[in-house]
């Protein structure tokens, strides 16, 4: 279905926006953890986007997403009142959502966007949510407002300590943890979306802790729905396909090495293909 | 019988790209008969008085009819007869394995030239130019007007949805088409390449089905975007579930998950339904191979292979395990592949996928084998020789070994029963599943099968569904 933009807002100009789609159908099954795949063009290809939010009762969805090469390049041409070709979802399996007490939720770049929706999930079940967020400086940090909204505690870290800790997002996560332990409470999970390397540190932080930890991982995607295998990840002895089995997995059981060499694939056509859109732009 | 078969003119060859200039691009390899050869190889049938040829065809086609009135020149009355039972006559005639189906069943078979009947309902199929919708899609022109009241849901755009669309759209049945991709057609968009099937041909059929008042849903997703129940509730008197067998088989083997090792679904997926044999006017980017090894003998091995040397592989080999006669490809395709400069790696089975520290595949372990006592399928079993193996040098390996069912409806509908291979369980007669009136038909009951299998449930599901609907009023 050829879905409109309601709306755009431009988080980091130039590299960060978000928009809010009217896509009622979409918005009435999504639940936290789901992904959209869309497609801008005939000639365009199929990318999944993390579902940062929804509002049911107005059928809209939310996307933040990065510009990193050509389609999100292209998705930034968009605006508000422009139709996107094709949205397909909710794909993906919803977050495991239940009452566990605490749960430190980590996010890093844009990975902030797409850990609100579920962190809002364990809120709505009444876990105790600390969002712990980071950025490598402070007009970088994504959706604190819309975290702070919904989390008992925002912690925050900057590399170059802008704002909050000056340092990694996992110092302050271990901090916490630390902190948690020290005070008997009990951290019944802690969730990671972010870049590859992010979500690895997190794993082998919470690792010796025995802390359950789940990461959404971001392999390359076609379908979207279990027919390509393009997107399959080793997460212990098996090999499992991230769109339709995941996209969380336990993040100690998750083959990063593996994971972060096969998102290269494509790296010399993606290039290709943005310096292709670039001069189409320039010739415009 | 050595007197009549002197009287056999030879079967007529239909004119073909040139293989060396096809493999440079993806414009369709054969060409088509013109009238006077689809002619002269009309004649060349015996009108037997006991034709076998209709019993070969799953959806038994009249084939001894429309052969003689194309011999007679009437081609409008050849495609009625046709379309009486094959809704997709121009799909079928280019890829029905007819050598099994109602070429292998031609009085003409045992001379090794049994009358071409793929080719003749192709051209018939392209020849007619059908003057409204109901006409192109059954042969009539008398279809009743859309009854809007009884809504069929179909799940899944392959040719058995698209069969079963057609169907009751001649009935008068309202049908709405559900598919998740972007592009209605199944594996006839996905999965089967330009070269051999026109997506032209695919996009007619659906501007067809539209026109008879059929809609189409993409980008949903039965079982996420909403549920076989969803639909009842929205009045949809009947449910069709043809979803398709395309999930890809790995072989779980080490370094399986290495860059350059791709299933044959995604390789194909890349290339026909997203283009990516335009890359980069076209966005998908698909893995260049110097050396490719495709691993599987059946029509999806074909088109990996021969799809690779059109995106200029230097060298494409076909890893098999058997030898080239137990090759379950399409007869035509294989020729078609060699002719194009496809190898052959037979008695073969791969073990393992070797790389670099960058993680890139490189070479492929490979263990010989030898036949050995025939098994279940009738077919000689393959066994390892001991303490011979080697290793193919390959940057690009693409696995089409098979295939299991689609997952994501199965999944969120778990009181659906499923057979012990995890395919959908259906009454043979009407094709019902344990659900009432909800129905299951073609790769999604049968497994990985033919196009023209499907359709044939199709139209079954699609009589019953139509019965019992008006029988109802
Ligand atoms: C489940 C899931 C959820 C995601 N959610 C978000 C999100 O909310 N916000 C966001 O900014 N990004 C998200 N991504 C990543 C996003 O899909 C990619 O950044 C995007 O596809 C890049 O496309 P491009 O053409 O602009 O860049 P390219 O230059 O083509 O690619 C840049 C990098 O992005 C990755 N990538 C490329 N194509 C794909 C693809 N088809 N599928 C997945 N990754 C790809 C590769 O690692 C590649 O090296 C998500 C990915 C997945 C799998
Ligand atoms: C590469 C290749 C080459 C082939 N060559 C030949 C050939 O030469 N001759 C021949 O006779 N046969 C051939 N086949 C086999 C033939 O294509 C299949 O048997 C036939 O297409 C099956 O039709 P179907 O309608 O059952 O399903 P499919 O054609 O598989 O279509 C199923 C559709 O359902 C959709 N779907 C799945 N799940 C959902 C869901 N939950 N919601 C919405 N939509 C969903 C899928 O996206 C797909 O579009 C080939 C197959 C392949 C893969
Ligand atoms: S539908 Fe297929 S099997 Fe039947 S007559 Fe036509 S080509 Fe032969
Ligand atoms: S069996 Fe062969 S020769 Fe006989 S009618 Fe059929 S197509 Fe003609
Ligand atoms: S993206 Fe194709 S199987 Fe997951
Ligand atoms: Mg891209």
Known sequence: MAVPILHKRKLIPGRVS???????????????????????????????????????????????????????????????????????????????????????????????????????????????????????????????????????????????????????????????????????????EIVAVGPVPMMRAVAELTRPYGIKTTVSLNSIMVDGIGMCGSCRVTVGDAVRFACVDGPEFDAHQVDFEEMMRRQCTFSEQEKLSYDHFCRKCHHD | ???????????????????????????????????????????????????????????????????????????????????????????????????????????????????????????????FYAGTACEATVGREDCPMIREDLRVAAIG????????????????????????????????????????????????????????GVEFHMNWVGGKTMTVGDLFDQGFKAVFLGLGAGLPRFMKLPGENLIGVFSANEYLTRVNLMGGYRFPDYDTPVFPGRKVTVIGGGNVAMDAARTALRLGAEEVRIVYRRTQEEMPARLEELEHALEEGVQLEILACPVAFQGDEGGRLTSMRVQKMCLGEPDESGRCRPMPVEDEAYDLETDLAIIAVGSGPNQILLNATPNLGLNSRGYIEVDQETLETNMPMVFAGGDIVTGAATVVEAMGAGRQAGKEISRRLLKQG
């Open chain 1, 18 to 188: 978000e928009l809010v789609l009217e896509a009622p159908q979409i918005a009435a099954k999504a639940e936290p953890g789901n992904f959209i795949i869309l497609r801008l063009a005939d000639d365009g290809e199929r990318i999944p986007l993390t579902i940062a939010d929804t509002d049911a009762a107005k059928g809209t969805i939310t996307l933040v997403y990065l510009v990193v090469g050509k389609s999100t390049a292209h998705l930034e041409t968009f605006e508000a009142g422009d139709t996107i070709l094709d949205v397909c979802g909710p794909l993906g399996r919803p977050t495991h959502i239940e009452p566990v007490g605490t749960v430190l939720c980590v996010g890093g770049g844009t990975g902030i966007a797409a850990m609100h929706h579920i962190a809002k999930g364990h809120q709505l079940a009444g876990n105790h949510v600390v969002s712990v967020i980071g950025a490598r400086s402070e007009d970088l940090l994504l959706f604190e407002k819309e975290l702070t909204a919904i989390s008992a505690e925002v912690l925050v870290a900057t590399d170059d300590g802008s704002r909050g800790h000056k340092g990694l997002v996992t110092e302050v996560l271990e901090q916490r943890i630390q902190q948690g332990i020290e005070a008997g409470e009990s951290i019944g």
């Open chain 2, 1 to 127: 019988m050595t007197k009549k078969k002197s009287k056999i003119l030879p079967r007529r060859s239909m004119p073909m790209q040139d293989p060396a200039a096809r493999v440079g691009n993806f414009n369709e390899v054969a060409n088509g008969y013109s009238l006077e050869l689809a002619q002269e190889e009309a004649r060349r049938c015996l009108q037997c008085k006991t034709p076998t040829c209709q019993d070969g065809c799953p959806v038994e086609v009249d084939c001894k009819r429309f052969i003689r009135e194309l011999a007679e020149g009437q081609v409008e009355q050849a495609f009625r007869t046709i379309k009486e039972t094959n809704s997709l006559p121009a799909v079928c005639g280019r890829v029905c394995p007819q050598e099994n189906q109602c070429e292998g069943r031609c009085k003409l078979r045992p001379t090794g030239q049994p009358v071409a009947i793929g080719r003749l309902e192709r051209y018939v199929a392209d020849a």
């Open chain 2, 157 to 212: 755009s392959g040719p058995a949805s698209l069969t079963l669309a057609g169907y009751l759209a001649a009935q008068g049945v309202k049908v709405e088409v559900f598919e998740a991709l972007h592009l209605p057609g199944g594996v006839l968009s996905y999965g089967i390449p330009e070269f051999r099937l026109p997506k032209s041909i695919v996009r007619t059929e659906v501007e067809t089905l539209k026109e008879q």
